[in-house]
């Protein structure tokens, strides 16, 4: 579970996070949405101590994030825009095991949750592929995998879908709603509904670092329509 309590962020005296207060139970499906600048990535880098609160507070299962950051770490993975720059390893396969590498597990738990979750994003026969030879939307699934070898309980998605395209858009979506429907929660953090609507067990949406609606897509639908956020 993820708490935030008043949670207030600033960016020298500009206001970017209001007084945040939101829980988010493990294997929810929950869209982020706002418009341009209206807090969702500054929100979601204090799920696990990316950034530190000005005031209130920010929890992982009822511990504070700064009292225990592997923790929270391990709790909450991320996944940002433009994860060619963020892959560590030549080939898809030491790419995925190298985070659950650096938790000390044994060679065969690692084999296993790198099999387990490359075949919940469908690239079980990739493994030994190289990196440099992915297409985008390949490149979004292997790294959704590597956050998923880590097992999280909540995988945190910033803008997955930028700079794909339809195809890439759909694979990616349908590998989602598998891993969410293994138990995995996820934050998608979006300006755009159209892709995850049909996935989203919440949608909240932020305006001016507030939160503006929180609610289930059916109840939501009519009042978001009118601040800048594509709805299908
Ligand atoms: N590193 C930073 N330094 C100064 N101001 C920042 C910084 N990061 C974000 N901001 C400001 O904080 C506010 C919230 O930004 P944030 O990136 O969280 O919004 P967002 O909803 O994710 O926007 P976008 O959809 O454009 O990514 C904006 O006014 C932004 O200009």
């Not at 590597?146 to 694979?171: C, I, K, Y």
């Not at 892709?195 to 009042?223: M, T």
């Amino acid at each position: 579970m993820i708490t935030t309590r008043n949670l207030v962020h600033r960016f020298g005296g500009a206001v970017a996070l209001d007084k945040i207060s939101l829980t988010i139970p493990d294997g929810q499906f929950v869209v982020l949405a706002g418009p341009n600048g209206s807090g969702k990535t500054t929100l979601v880098r204090h799920f696990n101590g990316l950034l530190t609160p000005d005031e209130g507070d920010v929890l992982v299962d009822e511990t504070p994030v700064e009292d225990d950051l592997v923790a929270a770490r391990t709790r909450v993975g991320m996944v940002f825009q433009h994860p060619r720059d963020t892959f560590v390893s030549a080939t898809v396969g030491a790419d995925v095991s190298f985070g659950p590498e650096n938790l000390g597990l044994s060679h065969e738990e690692i084999d296993r949750r790198v099999e387990t979750s490359l075949s919940a994003v469908g690239m079980e026969d990739r493994k030994n592929d190289r990196i440099g030879s992915l297409s985008g939307g390949e490149c979004q699934r292997v790294a959704i995998a590597g956050a998923l070898a880590m097992e999280p309980a909540h995988l945190v998605l910033d803008e997955p879908f930028t700079g794909l395209d339809a195809p890439a858009r759909d694979s990616v979506i349908s590998h989602l709603e598998r891993c969410s429907k293994d138990g995995t929660g996820f934050v998608v953090v979006t300006h755009d509904l159209r892709d995850v609507w049909s996935l989203a067990d919440r949608i909240v949406a932020l305006r001016d670092g507030q939160i503006a609606v929180d609610g289930k897509p059916s109840e939501v639908a009519s009042k978001i329509a009118d601040f800048g956020i594509h709805v299908p």
